[in-house]
């Protein structure tokens, strides 16, 4: 058979995807535990989430502090110990802090389960951040921090968050004096109050034979009850600057760097999903509007995008990119050239199909396998949503108009009120 080489393939549409819908059960503790049952693989990933406490800007890094050092000790196991029974067995665990949820993550073989499970069970019911590791942590992230600090990118992104959400979560910068306002009695109180059953969500996802799901359930269903005082969930206040432009000067910096945009819906909006198709079209990939002129008819940079951030009470639009400090001025003016070009003139139906086949075709690339729908499922259920906002955004990226995209391009993409960061030279 000849292959011809000299005509692309047809590109093919797809009606609907199929995700995989986890089985669901509840704990007596509380606990809510989520199975995906799919693969060949005696192999199985188990996180426990827990919602973040409400924000202390006096404690700004207590949440962060305690996730991450969830794995330096406990009433039994030191940090070396816990790191050897799970390297012993083939296995895999992390930490991970996020604005909104932390977690505990394990990767193991089902046959070793027996042997990693208690391990995980010691560190979510009895760590103790010993206060040797603390000084170490404190001293770790104070030099880490004074490092990054040397870098536009960082501190842009930094100061643009601030501007957006003040002193809330999601607006924290935090300074070397913050780490302290850390003590090993106010991070085991907050342990006590964070990491219980009833504010923990458990996600499974792997080969899940009957067997193992007992094991696991039962693990976590007997002796880990929830303390008297239930931790504090409620909604942070966001509080936007009345600063719209940031100019952090760097007499000596040979790249500037540039962060724009504004705050903006979340994944429970009915924009949001067009919204992602104007984003795509501005920044979203490599053959964007920015990437076209800023990059490759300019040369001003090596890299420029857009993104959008959904967060559980608040989201945000952004720009952002790192130029020849020479050339800074003349970017941000091609910027705004590009979101006013979306507000006056319709999409080319031919640039329009692309972004069209480029998302579907993302979607469809990020289902690789059962670990990935039990993160699509995440997406769902922590912003309260269920499985036919995939369906809506499917349809959404289909059919949008280019009249539609240039309505929200109006509506979002106003370049005169945009934060505006530049760490630099301008």
């Not at 409400?54 to 070396?80: C, H, I, S, Y």
């Not at 053959?287 to 090596?302: F, P, Q, V, W």
Request: net charge negative; hydrophobic share 40%; aromatic share 12%.
């Amino acid at each position: 058979m000849t292959i011809d080489r000299k005509t692309a393939p047809e590109f093919r549409t797809f009606d609907n995807i199929n995700l995989i819908h986890p089985a669901h059960q509840k704990l007596d503790s509380g606990c809510n535990v989520f199975c995906f049952n799919s693969g060949d693989q005696e192999l199985v990933r188990i996180e426990w989430i827990f919602e973040n406490q409400r924000f202390d800007k006096n404690k700004p890094l207590l949440n962060v502090a305690v996730n991450t050092m969830l794995t330096e000790g406990t009433g039994t196991l030191t940090a070396a110990q816990i790191a050897d029974k799970v390297d012993f067995y083939g296995a895999f665990l992390q930490v991970d802090y996020g604005y909104d949820q932390s977690q505990v993550t394990l990767y193991s073989l089902n046959k070793h389960l027996q042997h990693t499970l208690p391990v995980i069970k010691d560190i979510l019911t009895d760590s103790i951040f010993p206060e040797k590791e603390l000084e170490t942590f404190i001293r770790n992230q104070q030099q880490k921090l004074q490092v990054s600090l040397q870098k536009n990118d960082f501190v842009a992104r930094r100061a643009f968050n601030k501007a957006l959400y003040g002193d809330s979560l999601y607006g924290l910068a935090a300074d070397a004096d913050s780490y302290k306002t850390l003590h090993r009695d106010d991070m085991l109180l907050h342990f006590k109050q964070m990491y219980q059953p009833s504010n923990c969500t458990i996600v499974i996802a792997g080969k899940i034979e009957p067997q193992i799901l007992e094991l696991i359930t039962n693990t976590f269903n007997k002796d880990w009850v929830n303390p008297a005082e239930q931790p504090d969930i409620s909604q942070p206040e966001l509080r936007a600057s009345a600063e719209h432009f940031y100019f952090i000067e760097k007499p000596e910096a040979l790249q500037s760097a540039i962060r724009m945009g504004l705050p903006a819906i979340n994944r429970n909006h009915p924009d949001f999903a067009a919204l992602q198709v104007l984003n795509t079209v501005l920044g979203g990939y490599f053959g964007s509007r920015l990437m076209a002129n800023i990059r490759e008819d300019k040369g001003y940079t090596y890299g420029i995008g857009s993104g959008m951030s959904s967060l559980k009470y608040g989201g945000a639009l952004f720009i952002a990119t790192e130029v020849g400090a020479d050339v800074c001025k003349a970017a941000v003016g091609e910027i705004e050239k590009e979101l006013n070009l979306l507000q006056t003139e319709l999409i080319p139906e031919d640039e329009l199909s692309l972004v069209r086949n480029f998302l579907l075709g993302s979607l469809l690339g990020s289902l690789e396998n059962v670990f990935s729908h039990a993160d699509k499922f995440k997406n769902l259920y922590f912003a309260g949503l269920d499985y036919s906002y995939y369906d809506r955004y499917v349809e959404t990226v289909k059919t949008v108009s280019a009249e539609r995209l240039q309505e929200l391009a109006k509506q979002y993409l106003n370049f005169n009120q945009f934060y505006k960061v530049i760490v630099g030279k301008y």
